[in-house]
């Protein structure tokens, strides 16, 4: 079985902090992402990574950094939390072969709130 | 431009009854997953489907793919209150090595 495991399951910070998430897949897969998600909104990418060290940025990125120093985790960095980033987070994680049709496996999501 | 539509936004029913999602583009997909989001939780895949008409069972789920390959729906047999949750459609961004459109999802509520 798939796993992606994110490092928090609830996270409360103030204001200006600076916040980690931290994402581990146990499958091997080349592509991991990073997605945030509201009511209404639905799920919205904030970056992804195609391999090690590699980032590129997707539909939201503003506000946000991303860390792939080793293949199976990916970290996302709030650099100066603000209350506007209070969301849902989730990983997600699939292969890149031409073989699978990039499913993704997603961790269990951090729930953020910002005060 | 949302390139996936997903309808109906909202379904509340009681235990026991048949319902019927959908998941419409313009586009044509290669391929379209279905997800199935619990209260809390990540998205789980439930199904792909691939080929134009094709028809996959998951237990009281069908799946169905457009025979153009625009559209799917989700069918559920006798809804039981573990269905309840948020189900979600995607297809491949094919200009990318790998990321997923998702539609903004059909919130079902089936209570006992």
């Known amino acids: 079985d798939v796993k992606v495991t994110q490092s928090s399951r609830y996270l409360v910070k103030r204001t200006g902090e600076k916040v980690f998430l931290e994402c581990v897949q146990d499958m091997d897969h080349e592509n991991m992402f990073w997605y945030r998600q509201d009511p209404g909104l639905g799920l919205r990418l904030i970056y992804f990574?195609?391999?090690?060290?590699?980032?590129e940025k997707g539909d939201i990125p503003e506000g946000y950094s991303v860390s792939r120093e080793k293949k199976e985790r990916f970290s996302l960095i709030l650099e100066s939390a603000s209350t506007n980033q209070t969301s849902m987070y989730l990983c997600a994680s699939s292969f890149q072969s031409g073989s699978s049709f990039y499913e993704q496996y997603f961790g269990p999501g951090t729930r953020l709130t910002v005060t | 431009t949302q390139l996936l539509e997903q309808s109906p936004q909202f379904l509340s029913i009681q235990e026991g009854e048949n319902l019927t999602v959908y998941c419409n583009s313009s586009s044509v997909f290669s391929s379209l997953q279905w997800y199935r989001q619990e209260p809390g939780e990540g998205p789980v895949l439930l199904v792909t489907?691939?080929?134009?008409?094709e028809v996959k069972k998951l237990k009281r789920l069908t799946f169905q793919f457009g025979d153009a390959r625009k559209d799917s729906s989700l069918h559920i047999t006798a809804a039981q209150p573990g269905d309840t949750g948020l189900y979600l459609c995607a297809f491949r961004d094919g200009g990318s090595q790998g990321n997923l459109i998702f539609g903004k999802g059909t919130k079902l509520s089936v209570k006992p």
């Open positions: 990574s195609y391999d090690v060290k590699m980032k």
């Open positions: 489907v691939v080929t134009g008409g």
